[in-house]
């Protein structure tokens, strides 16, 4: 029997929308109904749309979908942290961080089935790439974790390298700050990128959103090693279009740097990367190594890291140490993962 797929609302913007219920033959001002449904009141149904005729009700279920899908799973970490597993249209799950902390509550959405990037030290990179996300699949993440209506703060950094699947990713943060969307501060949204271009550059064009860059060494050899993307896009090359760019008022530029063992963390490598960051106006952001099977990598000792912070800080960088969160869970940077080791979400 043919089946026509169904048009999905989630992830649309008004024009798309205004463009959709009028092929229908909708009136226009129920694309602004349907908006409001979506994000301000938070329908999970058509049936909630009260203000829809009966008709355009029983016309939405037959041809739309919200695109609204409830969590497959929850792990939870005894520190709190909640992972979720989401399913998606290519049949393999996609995870989303919930981390709880005082007054914040932060959501680490994914923008990727897997990753394409391949650093050594993360659990996603080494499942392969297997999917982009659709821009409905990433505002699912954030509309359909139970805490969805008390979340602070939202951050890319979950699965995939979200400036290589760019167009989702832009579409969903404009929807997420977007007035007639969940209209987010875009103070409140941190995009993670290992430096990817050309689509970080979008990024910083078409967005008001902080922005972390994963560095993990100042050296530039031993970057190509953990992170191949380098050979294809030098830090340096980012650093440079970074410097075009304003962080010194609302927005926020940050670096990332998981501190291993013997490798990247003693006074040497500090010095290094204080010479290439050279005064640009940013944060330093030290991450405690989760240990994957099979590399070679040891998390650093904690003096170790606190004394490279120590100095980081007394030159003038202002550098903090992430809390670790939900490592019982593989939950932790770097360890999200749906299809390679054991089964971890349960
Ligand atoms: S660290 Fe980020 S960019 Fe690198 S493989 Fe993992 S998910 Fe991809």
């Known amino acids: 029997m043919e089946t026509t797929e169904k048009y999905i609302l989630l992830g649309r913007t008004l024009p798309e929308l205004k463009e959709w219920v009028q092929s229908q033959g909708m009136p226009s001002f129920a694309a602004g109904q349907l908006m409001d449904w979506i994000y301000v009141k938070r ?4 049936s909630e749309m009260t203000n829809l005729s009966l008709k355009h009700r029983a016309l939405l279920e037959e041809k739309a979908s919200l695109g609204l899908t409830e969590p497959l799973s929850v792990a939870v970490s005894r520190d709190g942290t909640k992972k979720y597993l989401f399913a998606t249209s290519v049949g393999i799950g996609v995870e989303c961080v919930y981390i709880p902390d005082r007054e914040r509550a932060t959501l680490c959405v994914s923008s990727q089935v897997g990753c394409k990037m391949h650093c050594a030290f993360c659990m996603t990179g080494r499942m392969g790439f297997k999917a982009q996300l659709s821009a409905h699949e990433i505002l699912n993440q954030v509309l359909s974790v139970p805490e969805s ?5 939202l951050v890319f950094m979950g699965m995939g390298e979200p400036c290589d699947n760019v167009e989702a990713v832009l579409r969903s943060i404009r929807l997420l700050t977007d007035e007639r969307g969940l209209a987010w ?6 995009l993670s990128s290992i430096g990817a271009m050309p689509g970080l550059q979008r990024v910083l064009e078409e967005t008001r959103v902080q922005i972390a860059i994963s560095l993990h060494t100042p050296d530039l050899q031993q970057r190509g090693e953990w992170v191949p993307a380098e050979r294809i896009w030098p830090i340096r090359d980012t650093l440079d279009l970074l410097r075009g760019y304003d962080f010194s008022h609302q927005r926020r530029l940050s670096f990332e740097y998981v501190m291993f063992r013997g490798l990247n963390d003693d006074i040497a490598h500090a010095r290094m990367l204080l010479s290439l960051l050279n005064g640009l106006n940013c944060r330093m952001n030290l991450i405690r190594f ?3 099977p099979d590399t070679p990598f040891v998390r650093s000792e904690e003096s170790t890291i606190q004394a490279f912070a120590d100095y980081l800080n007394a030159k003038g960088l202002l550098t903090t140490v992430r809390a670790s969160c939900g490592e019982d869970i593989e939950a932790a940077c770097g360890l999200l ?3 390679v080791s054991k089964d971890d979400v349960g």
Not at 43 to 46: C, Q
Not at 185 to 190: E, L, V, Y
């Open 149 to 153: 209506s008390s979340l602070t703060n």
């Open 337 to 339: 993962s749906t299809c």
């Open 290 to 292: 989760h240990s994957i």
């Open 185 to 190: 501060s875009p103070k409140r949204i941190t």
């Open 43 to 46: 329908a999970r149904s058509f």
